[in-house]
């Protein structure tokens, strides 16, 4: 098993562009979270999912959004990129059993200039 | 709603010494707990869990952690520390019940070893 795939790597972004960070994971997990993590600050949660169709905020979803469209794929849409999303992004995946692991992919630098 | 609390930024320590990382939480019950470990560059892997019972929980890497719950805390430990163990050090929690899934993480802790 490959666990959580995050592509890209790194990003460069010109401020008002748009992209589209993707997510894999192939462990049949039902809960997929994207969360952002800037330097001194932890991990903040963007969105979360549920299930395929499902999909919820978390604590910091403003310049984001999201969609489940298969149990395996959550990938994070960014419009109008701004320099105040310039961080680490990070993709994580749980099986639906109350309180489990989190599951972190290798993450993705993203900067917007 | 819950917080953490990792109270050291940095802690710098020689190889070989004990350690200690601090971690409190603010919850109305006890939630569900965790230890993760991010190497410089990796996304995070976990260390260690506690959902009930024994209060002492033992992790991947020689880890331990306690659960007080007086204290709100829940400390991560380990006897002799090893150069592979520089790293930051995240805390994390979730509430008991539904929604439990979503956790809630400390500032971190970046642990320097001298070698």
């Known amino acids: 098993n490959a666990g959580v795939t995050q592509t890209p790597k790194f990003r460069i972004l010109k401020i008002g562009q748009s992209m589209t960070l993707q997510c894999t994971q192939d462990?049949?997990?039902?809960?997929m979270y994207w969360y952002r993590q800037d330097p001194g600050m932890g991990l903040k949660l963007i969105y979360y999912?549920?299930?395929?169709?499902?999909?919820d905020k978390g604590e910091v979803p403003n310049g984001y959004n999201v969609s489940r469209s298969t149990t395996e794929d959550f990938p994070l849409r960014l419009e109008l990129a701004a320099p105040s999303q310039t961080s680490v992004y990070f993709c994580?995946?749980?099986?639906?059993?109350?309180?489990?692991?989190?599951?972190f992919g290798p993450g993705t630098r993203l900067t917007v200039l | 709603a819950q917080s953490v609390t990792q109270p050291d930024i940095h802690i710098t320590v020689s190889e070989g010494a004990s350690l200690e990382l601090r971690c409190n939480y603010s919850?109305?019950?006890?939630?569900?707990l965790f230890w993760y470990v991010q190497s410089p560059g990796q996304g995070l892997q976990l260390l260690l869990k506690?959902?009930?019972?024994d209060t002492l929980v033992q992790g991947i890497k020689g880890f331990e952690a306690e659960f007080k719950r007086s204290q709100s805390s829940f400390n991560l430990r380990k006897p002799s520390v090893h150069w592979s163990d520089a790293a930051e050090y995240f805390c994390a929690v979730a509430p008991w019940g539904a929604g439990s899934y979503q956790l809630t993480f400390g500032k971190g802790t970046k642990l320097s070893v001298i070698p």
């Open positions: 999912s549920v299930g395929a169709g499902i999909t």
């Open positions: 462990m049949n997990h039902n809960y």
């Open positions: 994580a995946s749980s099986s639906a059993d109350r309180g489990v692991e989190q599951f």
């Open positions: 919850y109305g019950a006890t939630p569900y």
């Open positions: 506690y959902f009930s019972g």
